[in-house]
């Protein structure tokens, strides 16, 4: 009996959750893996636009380093994952291609914070997409895409060569498995707390 009531009272204590919704963009060079870690965590059917690259696009997308790819995202890619019950995450894949940056400002209106995705063997490929987060304040983590074949480096090296501040986390990771990009997630999600925190605190100076 006491067990019954106990649950009850547990039961009670617990309402049925309404989640928090976070926007979080996933950043970065063409062909970096966008679309692929937003297809990767995503609960639902991602709403993608892929288009074919045409030989009208030739002159304008720079192709050089990811030969292999024959499809783009032209608006953008969108994803949901949930963290937890009372915590869901939205997805914006940002456009890789400069012609599309009009958009950025768009997206990233009260996005939480963001991913920026990075081939070590084309790094200079996501030094458009730090500066903007930078100047524009939004708390990102650098997510070091390991493709087959790329030399790994150490992700202070990264750091070193992008020139990041200190508290900038950055993670390795393969944008194809689940798990590894969900914890690129969790990164910036912490990462973005801990910076919305810090800004409350009043300065200590
Ligand atoms: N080997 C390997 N290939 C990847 C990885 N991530 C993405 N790709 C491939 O790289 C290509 C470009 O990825 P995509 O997600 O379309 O890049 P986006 O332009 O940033 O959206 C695709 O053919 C992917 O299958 C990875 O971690 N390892
Ligand atoms: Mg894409």
């Given at each position: 009996?006491?067990?019954?009531?106990?649950?009850?009272?547990?039961?009670?204590?617990?309402?049925?959750?309404?989640?928090?919704?976070?926007?979080?963009?996933?950043?970065?060079?063409f062909?970096?893996?966008?679309?692929?870690?937003?297809?990767?965590?995503s609960?639902?059917?991602?709403?993608?636009?892929?288009?074919?690259?045409?030989?009208?696009?030739?002159?304008?997308?720079?192709?050089?380093?990811?030969?292999?790819?024959?499809?783009?995202?032209v608006?953008?890619?969108?994803?949901?994952?949930?963290?937890?019950?009372?915590?869901?995450?939205?997805?914006?894949?940002?456009?890789?291609?400069?012609?599309?940056?009009?958009?950025?400002?768009?997206?990233?209106?009260?996005?939480?914070?963001?991913?920026?995705?990075?081939?070590?063997?084309?790094?200079?490929?996501?030094?458009?997409?730090?500066?903007y987060?930078?100047?524009?304040?939004?708390?990102?983590?650098?997510?070091?895409?390991?493709?087959?074949?790329?030399?790994?480096?150490?992700?202070?090296?990264?750091?070193?060569?992008?020139?990041?501040?200190?508290?900038?986390?950055?993670?390795?990771?393969?944008?194809?498995?689940?798990?590894?990009?969900?914890?690129?997630?969790?990164?910036?999600?912490?990462?973005?707390?801990?910076?919305?925190?810090?800004?409350?605190?009043?300065?200590a100076?």
């Open positions: 009996m006491a067990f019954v009531r106990s649950e009850r009272r547990r039961d009670q204590a617990a309402p049925p959750v309404e989640p928090v919704a976070l926007k979080l963009l996933v950043a970065g060079g062909g970096v893996g966008k679309t692929t870690l937003v297809g990767a965590v609960e639902i059917r991602p709403l993608r636009t892929e288009e074919s690259l045409s030989e009208l696009g030739r002159p304008v997308d720079d192709l050089a380093g990811v030969e292999q790819k024959r499809t783009t995202t608006a953008m890619d969108f994803g949901r994952i949930t963290l937890r019950e009372d915590l869901v995450l939205y997805l914006f894949g940002t456009p890789g291609q400069d012609r599309f940056w009009f958009l950025w400002d768009e997206l990233a209106q009260g996005a939480l914070g963001a991913v920026v995705l990075a081939d070590t063997r084309r790094l200079a490929d996501c030094f458009a997409a730090v500066d987060f930078e100047r524009r304040g939004i708390p990102f983590t650098v997510a070091v895409n390991c493709f087959e074949g790329a030399k790994v480096y150490d992700p202070d090296n990264v750091r070193e060569a992008l020139d990041l501040d200190p508290q900038v986390p950055v993670v390795l990771c393969d944008a194809r498995k689940r798990e590894s990009a969900k914890d690129v997630l969790i990164t910036v999600v912490e990462h973005a707390a801990k910076v919305a925190a810090d800004r409350r605190r009043p300065a100076d």
